[in-house]
Every structure is written in C-alpha cells, then in structure tokens.
C-alpha cells in the first residue's frame, strides 16, 4: 500500500514564484508516489486576523491556483479543513492531553505573540490543531517548510503521549524537509527570500500578477555592474537569483543557463528570463480561470470532504470511547 502523505496551507495572499519553485513542484512530485492530501487550512488562518470576505474568496482561489499548477485532483484528495467537524473536535481532545508548557516554547508562538500583545489563545493552540490535521487522517509523511518541523514534532509527542495512556490509536508521523531546493529571492532586494507577505510588491511575483507587470518586475530586477551572466550568489545575488527562476523553469542545470546566456548582455538574459516566466503563468492562469468559474472545483472539495470526514470520524469515536466521554 502507499504511504500516505499530508499537507495544510494557509488561505492568507496570493502565492508567490518562490512558492511555486520552492514548494509545489515537490507536490506535484509526490502525488505520483503517496497516497496525497492536500487541504486548505483555513482555521488556522483565523488565529490572527482576517477580513472574512478576502478569506472566503483566498480559499477556492488558492484550491483553483494549485490545481492549475498541476496539483491533480485524480492523484490528491483536497478538502478544506473547516468542512469538516471532527477536526476541532479531535483537536480539542488532544489539547486536554498536550501542556501549557509544550505549547508556550514554540517558536513560532513566541514569534507571533511577542510581535501582538493581543493575541488570541488560538495562537498557541494552533500547533494542537495541526496535529488533529495530521493524526487524524493516519498520515505517514508531513511534507512542511523548516518553520513547521517543530509543529510536526509536537504532534508526534502527542501522539506518542496518547498511545501510551489510552493504547495504540495514532500512527507516528514523520516531517519531510526539503534539505536542497532552490530559494527564489526578491527582484529588489535579492539578498531576502521572495515572499508572499512582503511589503515590497516589485520584488515579488504572484501567480495571478497581470503578465505585463510580471515582465515589468523582471526587467527591473536588481543585477550588478559586472555584465557576466554566471552564478555566484555572493557576489551576484541578482543574477544567481534570475538564473535560478530560468533553470528552475526551464530544467536545465545552472551551468548550461551560464553558457546559454555567455555572449548576452543583461538586457538579454532579462528578456528570456521574463518569456519563460510569463509563459508558466499564462499557462497557470488560464487553467486558474477555467478551474475558478467552472463547476468542478466544487465536487472536488465535497469528495475530499467526505474522505476526510469518513476517515477522521472512525477516530474521533475510538478517542472519545477511550477517554471516556459521551454515553457509550
Ligand atoms: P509568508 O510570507 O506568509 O511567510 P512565504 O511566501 O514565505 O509566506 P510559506 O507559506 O512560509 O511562504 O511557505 C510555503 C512553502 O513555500 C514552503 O514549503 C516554503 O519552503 C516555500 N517557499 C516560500 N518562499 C519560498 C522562496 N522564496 N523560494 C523557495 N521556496 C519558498
Ligand atoms: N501550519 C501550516 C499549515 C498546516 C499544516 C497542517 C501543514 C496546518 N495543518 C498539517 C502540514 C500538516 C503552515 O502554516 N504552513
């Protein structure tokens, strides 16, 4: 049988080139190996603020934006995390089996809550919630940025702790860190990483930009004065960086984009390095277009409801017999 692998995104902004480079590519790799999910983590968006129009309309934008990237629905099951009510449920359960103290050495809450004075207690709850996500769909692999690994730990302790005190129930997930892979970094300021909440717009290049700005944003990436196009991210960042995106898109290794590239001025490299790009995000958002105002997308994110609900459901009862709860 395949293992099964599982991931959450969060609903918050239109995702980035980097994001797409650095992260779904590999998801598109392994949804051809594992048994893969895929869901919208939209209750986790809300341990901070959110403007309740803009995150209804970011969660099927983002479902429609990784299945035009190539997030194949026949490979993954896609649900949204909110549709279904055992997860909090679950969620809830496990929290009354984790500590103050585990949850309060986060990082990322310590971050986060050092960064608001009021901030909510689902902030430091959130990680007991990611675990629910994770142990309650029997996950083997959690594919996740190094800012989630600790997360990912957590919910193992967790598991760990509930399989000794009420007997075998959760299988022991394991995180999947990408340890290479490229970093894409911002067009203005290439010694930063591109990211989706940047202030900066120009640095940055979101999947559904208007494609003329796109060209624009790359023409006017930052470079050096040196007018070599050859890799050296110390003292190149912003070449290296447009080298990067262009062998990343296209699949040819960094050396021969350096010797493609050997006899052209900056100007040049610019002009093909924002072909390519606009090539994959026309691409991208005419399937965008066609997934977000067709009626597919809806059956999809029902049938992921059902699997998710049908598969979380056989352990939200086997938890609430063990621990002792409800009537039999
Ligand atoms: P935020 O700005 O909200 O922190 P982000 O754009 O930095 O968002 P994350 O949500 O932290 O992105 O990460 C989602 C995934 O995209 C992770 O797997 C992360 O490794 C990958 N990723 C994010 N930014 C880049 C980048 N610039 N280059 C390569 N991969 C990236
Ligand atoms: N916290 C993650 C999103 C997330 C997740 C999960 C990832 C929520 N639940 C379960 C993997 C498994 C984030 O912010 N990237």
Redesign the pocket.
């Known amino acids: 049988m395949k293992k099964r692998v ?5 609903p918050t902004g239109v995702i980035t080139l980097g994001n797409y480079i650095g992260a779904i590519k590999q998801m598109i790799e392994f949804q051809e190996e594992y048994d893969s999910y895929i869901f919208i ?1 939209d209750m ?1 968006a809300i341990t901070i603020n959110q403007d309740p129009i803009e995150l209804r309309n970011n969660i099927k934008s983002l479902v429609a934006l990784y299945m035009a990237c190539g997030i194949d629905f026949n490979k993954n099951t896609i649900y949204i ?1 909110s549709d279904n009510p055992y997860i909090a449920n679950i969620s809830w359960m496990l929290e009354c089996n984790t500590y103050y103290g585990e949850l309060s050495r986060m990082t990322q809450f310590k971050d986060k809550s050092k960064k608001n004075a009021n901030f909510t207690s689902g902030l430091l709850t ?1 990680p007991v ?2 675990a629910a ?2 142990l309650a769909m029997d996950t083997d692999y ?1 594919p ?2 190094i800012d ?1 690994k600790q ?2 730990e957590l919910a193992r302790d967790i598991a760990i702790r509930y399989n000794k005190k009420y007997g075998e129930t959760f299988k022991i997930p394991e995180p999947i860190i990408k340890s290479t892979g490229t970093k894409i970094m911002d067009l203005q300021y290439p010694d930063k990483k591109m990211s989706k909440s940047s202030e900066n717009q120009k640095g940055v290049i979101r999947l559904l930009d208007d494609l003329n700005v796109v060209r624009k944003k790359i023409m006017s990436a930052t470079t050096d004065s040196e007018m070599v196009v050859k890799f050296d991210t110390v003292n190149k960042p912003g070449i290296s960086n447009l080298i990067n995106i262009y062998s990343s898109l296209t699949n040819k290794s960094i050396k021969e984009v350096e010797s493609e590239f050997k006899d052209s001025n900056y100007g040049n490299f610019k002009t093909k390095v924002a072909d390519v790009v606009v090539d994959v995000l026309s691409d991208i958002q005419n399937k965008y277009n066609e997934i977000i105002n067709g009626d597919k997308i809806d059956e999809i994110l029902d049938h992921g409801m059902l699997k998710n609900i049908e598969i979380s459901k056989v352990f939200y009862e086997k938890m609430k017999k063990s621990i002792g709860l409800g009537r039999k």
């Open positions: 599982l991931t959450g995104l969060q983590a986790h995390q959130y919630l990611m996500d994770i959690v996740v940025g989630q997360h990912v």
